[in-house]
């Protein structure tokens, strides 16, 4: 596929400035052998390239879906760019600021602006809390007096549709679908500003996924939250994202606006995603692309373009040359949709409408709701939520490796995409997010032939 022509975006408001920057993050594990199996069997430990050389920006506001099959990295950026893993290389800024490194933003502040949802509810609420306790460790490390956090947990529990009765259950005393509200209500207890949703809907039913979907939903149009958002469910992704990137094995090889990525995919890899969507409306169907072969190690990941041991399309370049992370422009198509977007943004936001709920727990969220608290409990609040959330990863950690183990290499790869298949069907289209990017990057030596 060819670059199209260069487009026309004098007129378009100006993107804001991204509020997460990944900039070539890389983060990579270690394996360690054993001293028995080094001398029985002269084995040496192993890198595993989880990450490699990602950049990406997330802009306030906004739904960037992430996209690919099972361990491509997905979970491994998003853990690295809220900070719960340091990079091995490369750079995360977060509102302009490093969130490592000598020059870091501090920890507790970048906490309570990024947080993080996980997979599995079942595992990342601590079982020997209430409710009350749960919420009470988050509202602590964001300063609300103790006199005040009854209130406010009865307030986060109804904002996500759970009640006043629910405050000193446990969480074995809940549904799964209830409990992911109790994961969202957590992560919103701090007032971030980002979230990263990692396939908070995995474990949940099809009726269930509907209403977290909407919930998260309407609490980014309500207070401006940005998601990162994890998932395989490629019909979610349409429905939801205000742009959607690709990883695969642990690189971004695509990145584009929604309807751009879909109407006009450019990677090989991205195309055959693509085309295993049963159906989404509004899309021509594709011929479905069998990809060959497994999916390479990211311990010892293929040279030249790494999805070229898979490509219906490869050339000998390709196998040893890597390809580039380029912008390409977008088609005239989609930048009218953008220009139809930007008109009736401009003409909703001239209209009169009800004010108010958008500046309620934002505007709260500034220095007025610290005033007042002993800054002792605040350091030992902060530090205890750090500790939960490396304690809820680990859990989570544990769960996906007996997974992958039980599973085998691959279990979700390629019949991944679009699974999930009605999830979609009541759920709300995406949100407008304001003038969003409209940059479309690949990682393909095609597309810049
Ligand atoms: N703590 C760790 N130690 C060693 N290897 C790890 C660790 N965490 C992840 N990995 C490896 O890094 C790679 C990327 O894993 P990651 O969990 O980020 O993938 P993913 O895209 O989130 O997959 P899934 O869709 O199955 O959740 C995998 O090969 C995984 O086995
Ligand atoms: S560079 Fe593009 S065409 Fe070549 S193997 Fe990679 S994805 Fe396929
Ligand atoms: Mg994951």
Same mark, same amino acid.
């Given at each position: 596929?060819l670059?199209?022509?260069?487009h026309n975006?004098l007129?378009?408001?100006?993107?804001?400035?991204?509020?997460?920057?990944?900039?070539?993050?890389?983060?990579?594990?270690v394996l360690?052998?054993?001293?028995?199996?080094?001398?029985l069997?002269?084995?040496?430990?192993r890198?595993?390239?989880?990450?490699?050389?990602?950049?990406?920006d997330?802009y306030?506001?906004?739904?960037l879906?992430?996209?690919g099959?099972?361990g491509?990295?997905?979970?491994?950026?998003?853990r690295t760019i809220?900070?719960?893993?340091?990079?091995?290389s490369?750079?995360?800024?977060?509102d302009?600021r490093?969130?490592?490194?000598?020059?870091a933003?501090?920890?507790?502040?970048?906490?309570r602006?990024?947080?993080?949802?996980f997979q599995n509810?079942?595992?990342?609420?601590?079982?020997?809390?209430t409710?009350r306790?749960i919420?009470?460790?988050a509202l602590?490390?964001?300063?609300?007096?103790?006199?005040e956090r009854e209130?406010?947990t009865?307030a986060?529990?109804?904002?996500?549709?759970?009640?006043?009765?629910?405050i000193d259950r446990?969480?074995?005393q809940?549904?799964?679908?209830q409990r992911?509200?109790?994961g969202?209500?957590?992560a919103?207890?701090?007032h971030?500003?980002?979230v990263?949703a990692d396939?908070?809907?995995s474990?949940?039913?099809?009726s269930?996924?509907?209403q977290?979907?909407n919930?998260?939903?309407?609490?980014?149009?309500?207070?401006?939250l940005?998601y990162?958002?994890?998932?395989?469910?490629?019909r979610v992704v349409?429905?939801?994202?205000h742009?959607?990137?690709?990883?695969?094995?642990?690189?971004?090889?695509?990145v584009a606006p929604?309807?751009e990525?879909f109407e006009?995919p450019l990677?090989?890899y991205?195309?055959a995603?693509?085309?295993?969507?049963?159906?989404?409306?509004?899309?021509?169907?594709?011929q479905?692309i069998i990809l060959?072969?497994?999916?390479?190690?990211?311990i010892d990941?293929?040279?030249?373009?790494?999805?070229?041991?898979?490509?219906?399309?490869r050339?000998?370049?390709?196998e040893?040359?890597?390809?580039?992370?380029?912008?390409?422009?977008g088609?005239p198509?989609t930048?009218?949709?953008?220009?139809?977007?930007?008109?009736a943004?401009?003409?909703?936001a001239?209209e009169?409408g009800?004010?108010g709920?958008?500046?309620?727990a *934002?505007a709260? =969220?500034?220095? #007025? @709701?610290?005033? $007042?608290?002993? /800054?002792g %409990?605040?350091?030992?609040a902060? +530090?205890e &939520?750090e500790?939960?959330?490396q304690?809820?990863?680990?859990m989570?950690?544990e769960m996906?490796?007996?997974? *992958?183990?039980? =599973?085998g290499? #691959? @279990?979700?790869t $390629?019949?991944? /995409?679009? %699974?999930?298949?009605d999830s979609? +069907?009541? &759920?709300?289209?995406?949100?407008d997010?304001?003038?969003m990017?409209q940059?479309?990057f690949v990682r393909?030596?095609?597309?810049? =032939?």
């Amino acid at each position: 596929m060819l670059p199209r022509g260069k487009h026309n975006i004098l007129g378009r408001a100006p993107a804001p400035a991204p509020l997460v920057s990944a900039r070539d993050v890389s983060k990579y594990f270690v394996l360690h052998e054993t001293l028995l199996a080094r001398y029985l069997t002269g084995a040496k430990d192993r890198t595993v390239r989880a990450v490699d050389g990602v950049s990406l920006d997330v802009y306030p506001g906004e739904t960037l879906s992430l996209v690919g099959e099972s361990g491509c990295g997905k979970s491994t950026l998003g853990r690295t760019i809220i900070g719960l893993y340091e990079p091995t290389s490369g750079q995360v800024m977060f509102d302009g600021r490093p969130i490592s490194g000598p020059e870091a933003m501090p920890r507790a502040s970048l906490r309570r602006q990024a947080q993080i949802i996980f997979q599995n509810p079942y595992s990342s609420l601590n079982p020997r809390h209430t409710v009350r306790q749960i919420l009470g460790v988050a509202l602590a490390a964001r300063g609300v007096p103790a006199r005040e956090r009854e209130t406010e947990t009865i307030a986060l529990l109804r904002r996500v549709g759970l009640s006043a009765e629910h405050i000193d259950r446990y969480p074995h005393q809940f549904s799964g679908g209830q409990r992911q509200r109790i994961g969202v209500a957590r992560a919103l207890a701090m007032h971030p500003r980002f979230v990263v949703a990692d396939e908070p809907l995995s474990s949940l039913d099809v009726s269930v996924q509907a209403q977290i979907i909407n919930l998260l939903q309407e609490l980014q149009a309500e207070l401006g939250l940005a998601y990162l958002f994890i998932t395989h469910d490629l019909r979610v992704v349409y429905h939801i994202s205000h742009r959607v990137a690709v990883m695969y094995l642990g690189q971004v090889v695509e990145v584009a606006p929604t309807d751009e990525l879909f109407e006009n995919p450019l990677h090989p890899y991205t195309q055959a995603l693509l085309s295993a969507i049963p159906s989404i409306e509004r899309h021509r169907r594709r011929q479905r692309i069998i990809l060959d072969g497994t999916v390479p190690t990211p311990i010892d990941p293929p040279r030249g373009c790494r999805f070229h041991p898979r490509c219906p399309r490869r050339t000998d370049r390709c196998e040893v040359e890597a390809p580039e992370f380029r912008q390409v422009t977008g088609t005239p198509e989609t930048e009218a949709k953008a220009e139809a977007r930007a008109t009736a943004r401009a003409r909703a936001a001239s209209e009169p409408g009800p004010a108010g709920s958008r500046t309620g727990a *934002r505007a709260e =969220a500034g220095s #007025g @709701a610290q005033v $007042g608290t002993a /800054a002792g %409990t605040r350091t030992e609040a902060e +530090a205890e &939520v750090e500790m939960e959330m490396q304690m809820q990863m680990q859990m989570q950690m544990e769960m996906e490796i007996a997974r *992958r183990k039980g =599973a085998g290499p #691959g @279990a979700r790869t $390629g019949a991944s /995409a679009g %699974t999930g298949a009605d999830s979609t +069907a009541e &759920v709300a289209s995406r949100t407008d997010a304001g003038a969003m990017p409209q940059g479309h990057f690949v990682r393909c030596h095609l597309a810049f =032939a």
